[in-house]
């Protein structure tokens, strides 16, 4: 266990330097003269010499890449050049929309993906099973940005139930998180419907039966418990989804969060925005997936990584 | 093969995709109508039905809406289809190496691979596109880049439990080479998996395609990009329904058969990887 939680950290460290790496690589190495781009267009040479030098980018590679972490380890991620304000503050500020919009969609996922799935997994080979495979379908396959647009249209513009785009109360909260959840609910609903599947044909699910077990206590004690495993693995995953889905979701909807902010960003080549918010979710992506792996141990005691 | 054939997902999903690309490549001869032509005096007419001057109707500059979805469509297919070949020729290639090679170089990729997913892989590719610009070579590199970490894990987890079965083992004691074992034995062992990614990843690319376009970071005005047609279309949700309906339905219909044709493939080709 100890040995396993170690390789664990010492993977993820790895990860998050590698993170840091393709960044760095990306929106440093890449772009070339960040100097040119910052001053006004036919700015003298001498102007854009001088700014290179000021801002390291004379220096060789490696040591560019060393200031670069350093920054970023003391929480400096650079001055955005569209807010003229501190990149991590920017991007701290946007974060709470963005964990409200991501968890009422891992709410919606969970409350909506699971029963689906239990419903389809006990009524086998049934109109529920089919129906449910046709949502299941039509849900991974419906893009999020269009079928934002066509809830617009519906509750928005058609049925004016619903407001369409801004941010405030729950009602703003709907549309975007319903477009957010679709896809990963969709997801899981699948799995659960499999995962379930294959474990009430298991041995011990017989047992439970035969041993006068009421149906709901066998499929909800004993079977869905089990079948959290796969699951959990799968709900950490899409902490990625929805970071991404995040983006497309936020522009449709105006939301103010994290997705808009570095869309915007990169409109402008706000490029310490951009940056801050790859570290920022990347980090986010992993730890919650090291924690994850760490709380398998917990559910299954069977599993001891050695 | 036959049950191939007689699978009801692949059915209908190669139907639906079969449809949708022998339409978008008979697009010159379907609708004579130009897809850039703007036409002020026929702006946003609704959709009149097959068989009249605009059967799906006009955009807000009055270009004819059928033939922008078909020409689109080869815009969308095309770059999808070679980001999927690009992503599977190198994701093999470097899974290949890393499973018959192992060591060092297995550990590194495998890292990458780690690194890789750990971005949300919109944002990766808005990043990338911003630093190298919005061109459809651009935009193909940057969707092949986001899919062959899937083909390397894949492979490199079917080589290294291929290399320790025993044909193998008899085909290295005969003499046989590294490249005779993956080309002989190797390779058309892990053809399914392949070929099941692929199908289901194609639905993927042509989704983070027309995102990006959506986003105004992949195709640019005014080509007919499915995406970017949406995007305009956002614009006249309340008096022209029409303009991100229809896109939209070409988008999702491509989708849906590509992951009904991938599932369905995953369930005849390849039991253990069925969910």
């Known amino acids: 266990m100890r040995a396993y939680l170690l390789r664990r950290l010492w993977q993820s460290a790895v990860t998050l330097v590698g993170v840091s790496v393709l960044v760095f690589v990306i929106l440093r190495v890449i772009p070339g003269d960040p100097a040119k781009m910052l001053l006004p267009e036919g700015a003298p040479q001498a102007a854009v010499e001088a700014l290179n030098r000021h801002l390291g980018l004379r220096e060789p590679l490696w040591i560019q890449y060393a200031l670069f972490v350093r920054s970023v380890v003391r929480g400096d991620f650079g001055q955005s050049f569209q807010y003229r304000a501190p990149a991590l503050r920017i991007v701290i500020e946007r974060v709470p929309a963005t964990i409200q919009l991501a968890l009422t969609a891992m709410a919606l996922t969970v409350l909506a993906g699971v029963p689906l799935g239990i419903l389809a997994a006990v009524r086998q080979r049934t109109g529920w099973d089919y129906a449910g495979t046709v949502i299941a379908v039509l849900g991974q396959s419906l893009p999020n940005f269009w079928l934002g647009i066509m809830l617009v249209l519906l509750f928005g513009v058609t049925l004016r139930w619903l407001p369409t785009s801004g941010f405030g109360g729950w009602p703003s909260l709907v549309l975007p998180s319903v477009t957010l959840a679709a896809f990963p609910t969709a997801l899981v609903a699948r799995l659960t419907r499999s995962s379930l599947l294959e474990i009430l044909g298991q041995e011990y699910i017989r047992t439970g039966r035969a041993k006068g077990l009421g149906e709901p206590r066998v499929v909800l004690r004993h079977a869905l418990r089990n079948a959290m495993i796969p699951l959990l693995t799968v709900l950490g995953l899409q902490i990625g989804t929805l970071l991404g889905g995040a983006v497309i979701t936020e522009s449709i909807f105006a939301w103010p969060g994290m997705g808009k902010l570095v869309v915007d960003a990169i409109f402008f080549r706000d490029f310490p925005v951009v940056q801050t918010i790859l570290i920022l979710s990347a980090t986010l992506f992993v730890v919650i997936n090291l924690l994850v792996d760490l709380l398998y141990t917990i559910l299954d005691p069977r599993i001891r990584y050695g | ?275």
Do not use: C, K
């Open chain 2, 1 to 275: 093969m036959r049950r191939v054939a007689r699978h009801p997902m692949i059915v209908v999903g190669g139907l639906i995709l079969a449809a949708v690309i022998v339409a978008s490549a008979a697009a010159p001869w379907l609708t004579r109508a130009d897809p850039l032509r703007p036409s002020f005096a026929q702006r946003l007419r609704p959709p009149q039905g097959f068989g009249a001057v605009h059967p799906l109707g006009t955009d807000n500059l009055g270009r004819d809406i059928l033939a922008r979805v078909l020409h689109g469509g080869r815009l969308s297919l095309v770059l999808a289809a070679t980001a999927v070949a690009l992503a599977a020729g190198v994701g093999v290639a470097v899974g290949l190496s890393a499973g018959l090679i192992g060591g060092r170089l297995d550990d590194f990729v495998m890292r990458l691979a780690d690194v890789q997913l750990a971005f949300p892989v919109i944002m990766l590719a808005i990043a990338i596109v911003a630093v190298i610009g919005t061109s459809a070579a651009a935009l193909v590199g940057v969707l092949a880049l986001s899919g062959w970490v899937l083909y390397a894990r894949t492979v490199r987890a079917a080589v290294l439990t291929i290399r320790e079965t025993d044909y193998v083992e008899a085909a290295r004691t005969l003499g046989a080479g590294n490249l005779r074992l993956i080309g002989r034995h190797i390779l058309p062992n892990t053809l399914a998996p392949i070929l099941v990614l692929g199908s289901s990843q194609f639905a993927t690319m042509v989704l983070l395609e027309s995102g990006l376009s959506f986003l105004g970071l992949g195709l640019q005005p005014p080509q007919p990009s499915w995406g970017l047609m949406l995007a305009e279309g956002r614009d006249y949700l309340s008096n022209a329904w029409w303009l991100a309906t229809v896109p939209g339905i070409a988008i999702s219909l491509v989708v849906l058969g590509a992951n009904l044709l991938g599932d369905g493939l995953r369930d005849v080709l390849d039991p253990r990887l069925r969910q």
